[in-house]
Each structure stands twice: as structure tokens, then as C-alpha cells.
């Protein structure tokens, strides 16, 4: 049969028609089928035609059958678009982003696209759109997010001491009265409240600038929450100052809360009323100081966040009972969610089974 020779001797025509009966891919066992017809001596059409394609298609594929076997009767991935950047220059790219710029080299204190684009161009020789630069952001896992203020004076390593040596800091503290006792971790801040209110994000049109109402009066109060992320469980007084006596009423409110028989470990800030020598400590709890400057090791941090966003933000009061009310059902409006309260405030640094 001219032209449509099966040279490849390795499968006779019964394991041609086994291999077509084990794969999963349909077409190439059609395929396998009308090859080992062909090797049986079926003339083309017929051959090409029971197994569903014309003569001309039977031949080419006895073709590739001949140079690469099976594996050759499968369809292959097209090779699609080539992609703009290399892993390589993709890592670097995403060292660059986390980095951020440098002022006077790039004269912005933020990336933009545009500038991303400038750096890519420079650094590959690659020229993108804009849209395109933030599409490779996208697969690179980045995502436009509100900054949080870190204090100049913030020592990192001295943070990440303190994660990694944590088990041994509450080992340490635990008072000898408390040894072999249940131990609960608590985190414990506070959040001013009042008529000089913040703004936060809405939804709205691309290329608006939507307003808000924000007061611009002096009154307020505090928010003191404290949070054990292992329980999901709360201690929460709103208060009209933040001093040693406040702080005092609050860890009595946290000792109550504490599982009967357990001891807490009550990590906080190093505020001047949280290191007040008048302060009244129940004997179910022991302070476990933060580093100094080191907000984000406290999850509270995060707790007053959520709470500005979604209960606080945009809002006048219209005078101190309208505050306390306000705080009351925003607090109440977090406790009540025990699944927000966990993934909200649990760290896996700071847990310990002593």
C-alpha cells in the first residue's frame, strides 16, 4: 500500500488494539485502531473511515506512528504565546515590587504602573502596556493594599526574637503559683474613639473622588479589648480615659473571663499605664511586654482596624452617649462573630501547650 507503509515493527496488531483499549485520550486510541488495520492489510479508506477521519489524515498520522510511536498518536499543546518574562526575571521583578522604590532614583515614594513599566523596559529590554505590567503583578500574587505605619524606631530583629522565642518568654513568666496550671494567651490594646473620626474605602465609580461627612470636634472615649485567639473569647470595657485606674478595671474584666482553674498570659504594648507600678493585676493573669514600636505583633491592632472599616469609619457622633453607644455596638458587632474573632486574631506564633 504505497505511500502509507507501517515501518514500526515494535507492536504487533493485538497490542496496538490493548494500548488503544488502556489510554484515556479517545482519539488517540481511533488512531492506534486504524494503524493496526492498516498493518492487518485494510485498504486506506476503509481503514481511515471506520475509525472516523479521511485517507489523507490515516497518513499522516501512520507517519508520526513511524517516527515516535504511541506517544506520537496523541495531539500535542500548542505552544501558545511566548510569556513576557522569564522566572527569572519574574522573581526579580517581584523582589523589586516588595522592595519598593527609591526616591531619588525613581521619584516616587510608591510604585505606579507606569513607573513598573520604566523599570521592566530598563531592567529587560521588555516593553508592556501598562494593563499588561498589572497583569504579571496579579500572577506574581500582588494586590493593591493600604499601608500600615511602621515607627522608625521599630527594631525587626528584636520582633522576630520575640516570635520565635515566645514559648520560652510565657515559659519564663508563668509565676511559680501558676506552674502546671492550663495557660491561656491574651492580647490586650486600646483604640480612641470619637468625633475626630476616620474616613476609609467605599465603593465607587472609577475616576471619582466620593466624600465623606468626618467631625472635626474633641470628644472621645476607649475602646480597651483584649482577645484569647485559642478560645475566641473577649474582655471588653469602653472607657473615658486610658490610664493605670482604666487599665486596672480592664484586667479585672480579663481575669473573669479567664477559664476557672487557668492562668493567662496577657501580652501587651509598653504604654506608661501599662508598666504603671499601681496597677491592680488579678492573680489569674501575668504581663508579657511587647517590644517597643511593635504594633504588628499585637493582633488587637488588627481587631481595631476591622472595626474602623466597617462600624466607625464615616460616622458623627453626635456627643459622648453617642460614642459609648457607637463603641458598645461596634465591639459587640466583632464579638459576636467567633469566626471572625478567631481568623482575625490568631497567630501561629503565639501558641503554646506548656
Known sequence: MAGIAVTRKDLSVGQLRAAAARTSDARAARRMLAIALVVEGVERKAAAESCGMDRQTLRDWVHRYNAEGLSGLSNRKPPGRRPWLTPAQKAELAALVERGPDPERDGVVRWRRKDLKRRIEEM???????????????????????????????????????????????????????????????????????????????????????????????????????????RAAIAALVLPKANAEALSLHLAEIGSQVEPGAHAILVL????????????????????????????????????????????????????????????????????????????????WATVNL
Open 124 to 230: 529587560f529590554g521588555v516593553v508592556m502596556q501598562e494593563r499588561t505590567v498589572g497583569a504579571q503583578l496579579a500572577e506574581l500574587g500582588f494586590v493593591r493594599l493600604s499601608v500600615r505605619p511602621r515607627h522608625p524606631k521599630a527594631d525587626e530583629a528584636a520582633q522576630e526574637a520575640f516570635q520565635k522565642n515566645f514559648v520560652d518568654r510565657v515559659a519564663a513568666a508563668i509565676p511559680p503559683a501558676a506552674r502546671g496550671k492550663p495557660i491561656e494567651i491574651w492580647f490586650q490594646d486600646e483604640a480612641r474613639v470619637g468625633q475626630q473620626g476616620t474616613l476609609t474605602k467605599v465603593w465607587a465609580k472609577r475616576g471619582s473622588r466620593p466624600r465623606g461627612p468626618r467631625d472635626r470636634r474633641y470628644k472621645w472615649a476607649y475602646i480597651f479589648g483584649a482577645v484569647c485567639p485559642a
Open 269 to 348: 504594648d509598653g504604654a506608661g499605664w501599662h508598666i504603671a507600678d499601681d496597677l491592680r493585676i488579678p492573680d489569674n493573669l501575668t504581663l508579657l511586654h511587647l517590644p517597643p514600636y511593635a504594633p504588628e505583633l499585637n493582633p488587637v491592632e488588627n481587631v481595631w482596624e476591622y472595626l474602623r472599616k466597617n462600624k466607625l469609619a464615616i460616622t458623627v457622633f453626635d456627643g459622648y452617649p453617642d460614642i459609648l453607644d457607637k463603641c458598645c455596638q461596634a465591639w459587640n458587632f466583632f464579638a459576636n462573630d467567633k469566626t471572625a474573632v478567631a481568623s482575625i486574631t490568631a497567630r501561629k
